[in-house]
């Protein structure tokens, strides 16, 4: 199986802060990373999809980037409501794997 | 407007079969290029995705499960079903059902039901 390792675990943030969080595949899996928002209480929401495309209707803040084995989250003007878990998943192949999460609170 | 939502048992006895049932709307599972997953969340924990079936009946499992997963679809009456033989308290978790569909060539997990939360307890 693929390992996703997320870092930071956990981040202590400001509001208008500019956030930036890291996922590390085990294995090259080329483009083919999704990051997952999900906040407390509710189940995960797609944010970006294959490592860089903003899904339909997500804020232009949110941004992805990278390729192989490194990829990069950012959120550019952190909002409060922003506060939630992500998630890097990849998507190369089966089984699909989650990162164990970078969790945003406020500072 | 894509809506899935989950059903399931609530609790259940170890050794046990668990059943769970995802009914959406919204999209058909008879539609070319759409799968529906499993995920499920250990209370405080991440995610694990556990199985995927697809449009033309493809199914994938994780292999973490050792044959204990059986998934299928009812197309018809648009629900995907989750079995999950022989369980534990590590099966206690909240269970998701997930759609993917076909993104330019690139399949994307873009809706997930509310989850349904299942605890394994004596």
């Known amino acids: 199986d693929i390992v996703m390792t997320q870092s930071p675990t956990s981040m202590s943030i400001s509001v208008g802060d500019r956030v930036t969080m890291n996922c590390k595949a085990s294995q090259n899996v080329g483009s083919n990373v999704d990051w997952y928002q999900q906040k407390t209480g509710q189940s995960p929401k797609l944010l970006i999809y294959k490592a860089s495309n903003r899904y339909t209707g997500v804020p232009d803040r949110f941004t992805g980037s990278g390729s192989g084995t490194d990829f990069t989250f950012t959120i550019s003007n952190m909002q409060a409501e922003d506060l939630a878990v992500y998630y890097c998943m990849q998507s190369n192949s089966y089984p699909r794997t989650f990162g164990g999460g970078t969790k945003l609170e406020l500072k | 407007q894509v809506t899935l939502k989950e059903s399931g048992p609530g609790i259940l006895q170890p050794s046990q079969t668990l059943s769970l049932t995802c009914s959406f709307s919204g999209f058909s599972l008879s539609t070319s290029g759409i799968c529906v997953s499993w995920i499920r969340q250990p209370s405080g924990k991440g995610l694990e995705w556990l199985a995927t079936i697809c449009w033309e009946d493809s199914k994938g499992y994780n292999p973490s499960l050792k044959n204990r997963l059986t998934i299928s679809k009812d197309t018809s009456n648009n629900q995907a079903f989750l079995k999950i033989t022989s369980v534990d308290t590590a099966d206690t978790a909240i269970y998701y059902c997930?759609?993917?569909?076909?993104?330019?060539?690139?399949?994307?997990?873009?809706?997930w039901g509310q989850g349904a939360s299942v605890t394994v307890s004596s």
């Open positions: 997930a759609r993917i569909q076909d993104t330019s060539g690139y399949y994307v997990m873009d809706a």
